[in-house]
C-alpha cells in the first residue's frame, strides 16, 4: 500500500462546477497535509495546507481533513479551464520539525468550457 | 533572485556517465530539499539540508547519489554512473526556515535523460 493514495484521473469537469478531488494516507500519526498543483512540464505550486480536522477555506478553494478516516479532499469551486493540472496531495512525515513531504501520484483534472 | 533555480534544466547522459545538477535557492532561506520525479508519479523526496548541514538522506535510492551544499547555499546534486532509471525530472525546494508548516518553493527543475 502506497503511503498516499490518488485517484490518477483524468477527473473531467464543466467550467463553472466543482471539482472535488480525494486523498487518503496510510500513517495515522500524519499531522500536516498539503495541496500542490503541477501544471504540464512546470514544477509544483502551494495551494493550501491543513492540519486540523475540518474545512479550511481559501478562494475558491476548501481543503478537507478527516483524520479518523484518513482522508484529505479538496473541492475548487467555480472551476476554470486555467485549473487544468494535477493536483498532488503530500504528507508531511518529517520527524525533526521540517517538511519531509510524501507526494501522491496525482490526480489530473480537466476543466472542459 | 526570485525564485529557486535550477541548471541545466536539460541535461542528457550516456548510462554511466556522471552528472552534477544545481540548485540555487531562494536568498536566506535556510532549509534546502531535493525530490525526484518520475513520469507520471508525484515527487519523492531525496534529501534535506538545513544551511550547511545534511539532516535526512533517507531518499537517496543508492550510494550513486550524493548531494552537497558546503556554504549553505547553493546545493549540488550529483548522479555517478548513471542508469536508465535515474532518468526523471529533479526537483529542488527551498524554505525559509524549518518548520512544519513552511511553504516549500520549488524550483523548475532539471530534467534527466540517460540513454
Known amino acids: 500500500q502506497k503511503e498516499v493514495e490518488q485517484n490518477s484521473g483524468p477527473l473531467s469537469v464543466p467550467e463553472g462546477a466543482i471539482a472535488s478531488l480525494n486523498c487518503t494516507y496510510s500513517?495515522?500519526?500524519?499531522?500536516?497535509f498539503f495541496w500542490y498543483r503541477q501544471y504540464s512540464g512546470k514544477s509544483p505550486e502551494l495551494i493550501m495546507f491543513?492540519?486540523?480536522?475540518g474545512d479550511k477555506e481559501d478562494g475558491r478553494f476548501t481543503a478537507q481533513l478527516n483524520k479518523a478516516s484518513q482522508y484529505v479532499s479538496l473541492l475548487i469551486r467555480d472551476s476554470q479551464p486555467s485549473d487544468s493540472a494535477t493536483y498532488l496531495c503530500a504528507v508531511n512525515k518529517g520527524s525533526g520539525g521540517y517538511n519531509k513531504l510524501i507526494f501522491g501520484a496525482g490526480t489530473r483534472l480537466a476543466v472542459h468550457p | 533572485g526570485a525564485g529557486v533555480s535550477q541548471s541545466p534544466r536539460y541535461k542528457v547522459a550516456k548510462r554511466g556517465q556522471d552528472v552534477a545538477l544545481r540548485c540555487d535557492p531562494i536568498s536566506g532561506h535556510v532549509s534546502l530539499f531535493w525530490y525526484q520525479q518520475a513520469l507520471g508519479q508525484g515527487p519523492e523526496f531525496l534529501t534535506y539540508f538545513q544551511n550547511e548541514a545534511q539532516l535526512d538522506k533517507s531518499g537517496l535510492p543508492s550510494d550513486r547519489f550524493f548531494a552537497e551544499r558546503p556554504e549553505g547555499s547553493v546545493s549540488t546534486l550529483k548522479i555517478q554512473r548513471t542508469q536508465q532509471e535515474d532518468s526523471a525530472v529533479y526537483l529542488c525546494?527551498?524554505?525559509?526556515?524549518?518548520?512544519?508548516?513552511?511553504?516549500?518553493?520549488f524550483g523548475p527543475g532539471t530534467r534527466l535523460t540517460v540513454l
Open positions: 500513517d495515522r500519526g500524519s499531522q500536516s
Open positions: 525546494a527551498s524554505t525559509l526556515e524549518g518548520r512544519g508548516t513552511d511553504t516549500q518553493y
Open positions: 491543513i492540519y486540523s480536522n
